[in-house]
C-alpha cells in the first residue's frame, strides 16, 4: 500500500469526496495527508455497504455485518494491509454454503461430509449423486475452459450451462443460488451473467476447488470497527445527511451543489455507484454518459 507524503513544493488541495462506503472513505484517507478534504454523505451514517446492527440474544451482545461480511487473503491484499497499518483487528472465519427448499424438504450444507449428509435420505438420492458429480464436472471444465481461452466472450452463463447439459439440480440448488447469494440478484439474473466473469471470479475466490480454497477473515467487533480510524484525519471535513444535487465543472475547478448551497473544489472523487454518479454530472462528456449509463 502507497500512502502520500507531504512534498514542501506541493500545494495543498481542497478535494471533495462523495460517498462513504469503504472506496470514499478509504480514498479520503490517503488523500488527506497532503490536501484539505471534504466528505460528503447523503446517509446520517458513515459506512455504506459497511451496516454493523447490534443484537442481543439471551443476555449475550453480536454485532452482526448485513453487508460487507468478510475478506480472504487471495484478493484483498491492499485491504489487508490498510487494516494492520490502522491497527484494526482480525479474525480468521469459515464460509460455507447451504441450500435449503421448504417445497420439498430438501437441504444440505457443503462444508463438511457430515453436514453435506445431515439430511440422511440424500443418500439414497441418485438425484444428489448427480448433483455432487456436475459440481465436480462444472469445476473442472470450468477451468479448463479458462486456461484454455476457450470461453466465448458474449456467451451467457445459462447458455453454457444448458449447452454442457447440466442437471436442473445443479443449477437451481447450487451454482446459480450460490451466485444469487454473492450479488445478490434472482436466479435469471444468474443465468444471463456474463459468462467469463462468472468463472473468473469464480476461480479467483477458490469457488471452483474442494480443498484448494482462500482463509476468510472478520473484523473484531463487527465491520464498522474500521471506521473511526480510517476518518480520524479528516473527521472535521464529513458532512452527513448532506445530499450532493449538483456538480459542475469550472475552469479552475468543480462546484459541488448541496441544499447548502454551492462549494468550490478543486478536485472531486465520485465514490458511488454509476447512475448515481451520472445524475450528479450537471455536464456529463459523451464518454461518461455512454460508460455510466451502461452500468445499470
Known amino acids: 500500500m502507497t500512502a502520500f507524503h507531504r512534498h514542501p513544493a506541493a500545494p495543498e488541495r481542497r478535494i471533495a469526496v462523495i460517498g462513504s462506503g469503504i472506496g470514499g472513505m478509504a480514498a479520503a484517507w490517503y488523500l488527506s495527508s497532503r490536501h484539505r478534504v471534504t466528505l460528503f454523505e447523503a446517509d446520517a451514517r458513515l459506512g455504506g455497504h459497511t451496516a454493523t446492527m447490534d443484537v442481543e440474544v439471551e443476555g449475550r451482545h453480536y454485532a452482526i455485518d448485513t453487508g460487507f461480511i468478510v475478506f480472504n487473503d487471495w484478493t484483498y491484499p491492499h485491504f489487508r494491509h490498510l487494516m494492520a497499518r490502522l491497527g484494526v483487528l482480525t ?13 420439498r424438504d430438501f437441504e444440505y450444507n457443503g462444508h463438511t461430509l457430515t453436514s453435506l449428509f445431515a439430511q440422511r435420505r440424500n443418500l439414497l438420492r441418485p438425484s444428489f449423486y448427480r448433483l455432487l458429480r456436475d459440481i465436480l464436472r462444472f469445476n473442472r471444465e470450468a477451468i479448463q475452459a479458462l486456461e484454455n481461452g476457450t470461453l466465448a ?3 451467457t452463463l445459462g447458455e453454457w450451462l444448458d449447452a454442457g447439459g447440466y442437471g436442473a439440480t445443479f443449477q437451481r440448488h447450487y451454482l446459480l443460488p450460490m451466485g444469487a447469494a454473492i450479488w445478490s440478484a434472482s436466479l435469471q439474473d444468474l443465468r444471463d451473467f456474463p459468462l467469463q466473469f462468472f468463472v473468473r471470479f ?3 475466490h477458490g469457488l471452483l476447488s474442494v480443498s484448494d480454497r482462500p482463509q476468510w477473515y472478520t473484523l473484531v467487533g463487527g465491520s464498522r470497527s474500521y471506521i473511526p480510524a480510517l476518518t480520524a484525519p479528516y473527521a472535521g471535513g464529513i458532512r452527513l445527511s448532506t445530499p450532493v444535487r449538483g456538480i459542475r465543472r469550472l475552469a479552475d475547478g468543480v462546484e459541488v451543489r448541496t441544499d447548502a448551497g454551492t462549494e468550490r473544489f478543486d478536485e472531486v472523487v465520485l465514490a458511488c455507484h454509476a447512475d448515481q454518479a451520472l445524475a450528479m454530472l450537471e455536464d456529463p462528456s459523451p464518454a461518461e454518459r455512454e460508460i455510466l449509463g451502461a452500468l445499470p
Open 91 to 103: 479474525q480468521p472465519t469459515e464460509m460455507s454454503f447451504s441450500v435449503h427448499e421448504t417445497a
Open 153 to 155: 466472450p458474449a456467451m
Open 202 to 204: 469464480f476461480r479467483h
